[in-house]
């Protein structure tokens, strides 16, 4: 915010030391209209403005405000504001502001329901004044131009938050001073006229990007982010019956922690995954889309072999390793895995990932493990972080079965740094007849491998003494 | 200036010297471009003269120490997490007393962080006030005339005089 700070020594000497409450000197009138325009602009708009009848000297004052907070659901002298009311106000100090640039300006728009273009007019307006940070929450549709928003070089931090079509014209965007990115509800789209349907989002500064329930619908979009420390995504189901699969292709050698949710209706091709040490995969398949069944496996293998250099994964799939049996065949070593949560997993695909986790020290199963053949575990051989690392196994979704038992009982037996299991029965063994104090003498009469192990057991409430 | 210097020595407004390290000097443009200054090479006597009071001064460069790791280095959220609790608590302190001259400071050292938080914190003592409750607080006189408040109370429907 560095256009906002102007030197003004000479006023700091006039100032003796003294304290605001005891010192009858009127300090704050005081000081300079930009550091008075820019202590408003952390006040919502109502109380910037009012400011101008506190004396003759506050009058314009607030003109010179850095930012401007509406928020149409404050509250105004113990009273809602009516939405015209609301309106006015809001057109009103627009057009009242100064020349000063424009630093902040939040629109947040929860109460009301407003004509398209009357939002549009107001971020228009907004944006044409070099705004640094924008942000917009408002639950409908607004009308935007993207040549408008992506023209705004001043942008450093945008946030928006709203049903909204940007339909990209041109084929490659450029903000030079985004740092900071959050979308929800945007639908990118190719314009129709144009002939290319690959975009290029350059960020050359942008640090953190995030995008929710988006729809991109476009053949491939390169994002290019040298900066970046922090990916997410989250995609809506798609809807649209185009067959082509779009592609995100993402430079981001810094990048460190990656997020990703949907139906992998979107290939998302890293170029230097190394580089990230967090990833969270979150996959929900629609099990109404036949055609995708075999696919998912695919999609699903490319996705996590990027991943070969992740310390944290998270990955939890809906309905996804029902079908998914070779999504986690063949995959890379996690070589420096470290912690691993699952929602859900088949045992051939849980055995797979522990072979190639070697440095695996935790191992979270929110969800337990599906059925899977008792001769699975007795043929197979240890995997290696049995031996060295693994010290930590919540083992959540505990049904008392006999798979689930067997799995309890191949850690215990093998691995031989194990700290603490702690098993978390499902909720609705509560309800049934199932004697819980003999099945955890079962568990704990298991040979254990790790002297030092314990064994803890909890419900959905906590752990049980 | 010699890459063996560590902390550089300035003086307040009131002559008095204080040590600030070269990582925390460079939160401040005005004292990055001394540092670039031949002012602070070895054999160099002079020391420049910062235009804030000794009670100011320290404050401002307790503020820079405290953030120079994470201003030099990309530093974890955890740490950013904390910083802004220690923030909230450098403005607790006895710093409400010397806040215009912090904000001041900030504004001619050209500390970003540090006059967002200065004019946060006077932003908060003004929100939810009642205008007659900012005048008091900040004695600001109220100036107008009967007819001219009665003018103003026209040009802003909503406003409350109270």
């Known amino acids: 915010m560095a256009s906002g700070l102007l030197i003004h020594n000479t006023t700091i000497d006039k100032l003796s030391l003294g304290k605001i409450v005891v010192d009858n000197r009127d300090l704050l009138s005081n000081l300079h209209d930009n550091i008075l325009g820019h202590i408003l602009s952390f006040l919502p708009a109502t109380e910037a403005v009012r400011t101008s009848v506190l004396s003759k000297r506050w009058i314009r004052v607030w003109r010179s405000i850095t930012g401007l907070q509406f928020d149409d659901s404050m509250l105004y002298s113990g009273k809602r504001t009516p939405k015209e009311h609301f309106i006015n106000y809001v057109n009103n100090t627009l057009s009242h502001l100064g020349d000063s640039s424009f630093l902040n300006f939040s629109l ?175 996959i929900v398949f629609d099990e109404d889309r036949n055609d995708g069944m075999r696919e998912i496996d695919a999609w699903t293998h490319m996705l996590l072999r990027q991943f070969h250099k992740v310390e944290n994964l998270k990955l939890w799939f809906y309905k996804v390793p029902m079908h998914a049996k070779d999504a986690f065949a063949d995959l ?45 575990l007795t043929s197979a051989s240890v995997p290696r972080c049995f031996h060295s690392c693994l010290k930590v196994f919540q083992f959540g979704g505990f049904n008392v079965h006999e798979h689930e038992l067997s799995l309890a009982k191949f850690v215990m037996g093998n691995a031989a740094k194990l700290e603490r299991m702690t098993i978390t029965t499902a909720f609705w063994l509560k309800y049934s007849n199932i004697n819980m104090e003999e099945v955890k003498e079962q568990l704990l009469s298991f040979p254990k491998c790790s002297t030092y192990a314990s064994l803890e057991f909890a419900d959905v409430n906590g752990l049980l003494r | ?17 204080f040590k600030i390290t070269v990582s925390a000097a460079k939160l401040s443009k005005p004292l990055n471009w001394m540092l670039e200054d031949v002012c602070f090479s070895d054999d160099c006597d002079e020391v420049p003269t910062i235009e804030v009071n000794s009670k100011t001064l320290v404050k401002v460069i ?93 040009q802003h429907p909503g406003c409350s005089f109270d």
């Open chain 2, 1 to 17: 200036m010699s890459s063996s210097v560590e902390a550089i020595t300035v003086l307040s407004s009131d002559g008095d010297e």
């Open chain 2, 62 to 154: 307790e503020y820079c120490e405290k953030h120079a790791p994470r201003a030099n280095s990309g530093a974890s959220d955890s740490d950013a997490e904390e910083l802004k609790k220690w923030d909230i608590e450098f403005m607790k302190m006895d710093v409400k007393d010397i806040l215009f001259h912090i904000l001041m400071a900030a504004n001619y050292l050209h500390m970003e962080g540090l006059y967002d938080l200065a004019c946060q914190t006077a932003a908060d003592l003004m929100k939810g006030m009642t205008v007659s409750q900012i005048r008091k607080i900040f004695h600001i006189k109220n100036d107008f005339s009967s007819e001219e408040q009665e003018q103003l109370r026209r």
């Open chain 1, 108 to 282: 947040s728009l929860l109460r009301y329901l407003y004509d398209p273009s009357q939002i549009s007019a107001w971020i228009y307006f907004i944006l044409g004044r070099g705004v640094r940070n924008l942000r917009v929450h408002y639950a409908d549709k607004v009308l935007l131009s993207s040549c408008s928003l992506f023209n705004c070089s001043s942008l450093e931090h945008l946030v928006l938050q709203m049903r909204c079509t940007l339909s990209v014209t041109s084929s490659s965007v450029c903000l030079p001073n985004l740092q900071y990115l959050s979308f929800s509800g945007i639908r990118l789209v190719s314009d129709s006229s144009s002939d290319s349907k690959d975009l290029t989002l350059s960020f050359p500064v942008l640090k953190v990007f995030e995008a929710r329930g988006c729809e991109w619908s476009m053949q491939n979009v390169s994002i290019q982010v040298p900066q970046l420390q922090t990916f997410s995504i989250a995609f809506w189901s798609s809807l649209s019956n185009e067959s082509s699969r779009c592609s995100i292709n993402i430079y981001a050698p810094n990048l460190t922690d990656f997020s990703y949710e949907g139906d992998l209706e979107h290939e998302i091709i890293l170029s230097n995954p190394s580089s990230i040490h967090k990833a969270s995969v979150v």
């Open chain 1, 332 to 376: 890379r070593a996690f070589g420096r895995l470290n912690y691993l949560q699952i929602n859900e997993v088949a045992g051939e695909a849980l055995l797979n990932l522990l072979h190639n986790s070697p440095m695996l020290k935790t191992l979270v199963l929110l969800h337990g493990v599906f059925k899977f053949n008792k001769d699975l």
